[in-house]
């Protein structure tokens, strides 16, 4: 694991943005696990700028993200700020603007009438395409990766999640209060990939910023090994990690594995 510690968000996302480009280039029908949510915007942002002006090419490039609200979709007829799916957050914020081909982006259905036989589904279509080559990771308020919450084994597979209260409220903050729904309407299940799952990709990129993760950041990097920070499974990761903190991310930490950059 390696664990990069960088003044501000901006930096943080333009060397994410640089370590998911290296695998675009070195191999061009790569394969990208993507998550979403506030962290990695800037990173997409980024990637977007990459393939504008330095004429990154994603035509070859597959898509896996990592999860869904239960009962959202994407809702074309609906405006952005309506639609408050992780699809429509992927299509608006980085699909529409990469010459990304819509038959290689793979996103899980919050829509789907059975959602076991979707999670089936889902793994084995990350299995036919090769594995993921890169996984985009953030660090939940609780310490989760992707929706697996406390609790969740490490050798899940992809699967419908209950939502925890503080995953909950974190996310209504950020993306259905804007849109005028009431903490009532919210979603209370999802789909994710399980640990098992993103612990079967090639390469890890993990990014977290801003001081309200500084103290789960420290669970996760050097506390216990233990579902009850899913995200702690990193330090048993037996592949290439990244780990990219802003300093406020890194304030807690304690070893001396950090570099600064």
Same mark, same amino acid.
């Given at each position: 694991?390696?664990?990069?510690? *960088?003044?501000?968000?901006? +930096? &943080?996302?333009?060397?994410?943005?640089?370590?998911?480009?290296?695998?675009?280039?070195?191999?061009?029908?790569? &394969?990208?696990?993507?998550? #979403?949510? +506030?962290?990695?915007?800037? #990173?997409?942002? =980024?990637?977007?700028?990459?393939? *504008?002006?330095?004429?990154?090419?994603?035509?070859?490039?597959?898509?896996?993200?990592? @999860?869904?609200?239960?009962? &959202?979709?994407?809702?074309? @007829?609906?405006?952005?700020? =309506? /639609?408050?799916?992780?699809?429509?957050?992927?299509?608006?914020?980085?699909?529409?603007?990469?010459?990304? *081909?819509?038959?290689?982006?793979?996103?899980?259905?919050?829509?789907?009438? @059975?959602?076991?036989?979707?999670?089936?589904?889902?793994?084995?279509?990350?299995?036919?395409?090769?594995?993921?080559?890169? $996984?985009?990771?953030?660090?939940?308020? /609780?310490?989760?990766?992707?929706?697996?919450?406390?609790? #969740?084994?490490?050798?899940?597979?992809?699967?419908?999640?209950?939502?925890? /209260? $503080?995953?909950?409220?974190?996310?209504?903050?950020?993306?259905?209060?804007?849109?005028?729904?009431?903490?009532?309407?919210?979603?209370? *299940?999802?789909?994710?990939?399980?640990?098992? #799952?993103?612990?079967?990709?090639?390469?890890?990129?993990?990014?977290?910023?801003?001081?309200?993760?500084? =103290?789960?950041?420290?669970?996760?990097?050097?506390?216990?090994?233990?579902?009850?920070?899913?995200?702690? &499974?990193? $330090?048993?990761?037996?592949?290439?990690?990244?780990?990219?903190?802003?300093?406020?991310?890194?304030?807690?930490?304690?070893?001396?594995? +950090?570099?600064?950059?």
């Amino acid at each position: 694991m390696d664990i990069v510690i *960088k003044t501000d968000v901006h +930096s &943080v996302s333009r060397l994410a943005a640089n370590i998911i480009a290296r695998v675009v280039r070195e191999k061009p029908n790569c &394969v990208l696990g993507l998550a #979403t949510g +506030s962290t990695p915007i800037g #990173t997409y942002r =980024e990637l977007i700028r990459m393939h *504008k002006e330095e004429g990154l090419d994603f035509s070859q490039v597959s898509t896996f993200n990592l @999860d869904e609200y239960l009962g &959202v979709g994407l809702a074309l @007829d609906k405006p952005y700020k =309506e /639609d408050q799916s992780y699809a429509r957050f992927m299509v608006e914020e980085l699909f529409h603007q990469l010459n990304i *081909k819509q038959e290689n982006i793979h996103l899980p259905d919050g829509l789907t009438k @059975d959602p076991d036989e979707f999670c089936k589904a889902y793994e084995q279509a990350i299995r036919d395409a090769g594995g993921i080559d890169l $996984q985009l990771l953030g660090i939940g308020g /609780d310490g989760h990766l992707a929706f697996n919450e406390p609790g #969740t084994p490490f050798d899940s597979r992809t699967h419908v999640q209950l939502l925890t /209260d $503080q995953t909950r409220k974190d996310n209504y903050k950020a993306f259905f209060h804007p849109a005028g729904m009431t903490w009532e309407e919210m979603p209370t *299940k999802a789909l994710t990939m399980g640990i098992g #799952t993103i612990m079967e990709a090639k390469e890890w990129l993990v990014i977290a910023t801003g001081s309200s993760k500084a =103290e789960i950041v420290r669970q996760s990097l050097e506390g216990e090994v233990s579902t009850r920070v899913t995200a702690s &499974v990193i $330090q048993i990761y037996p592949r290439k990690a990244t780990v990219i903190l802003d300093k406020k991310a890194a304030a807690n930490l304690q070893g001396d594995s +950090s570099s600064n950059h």
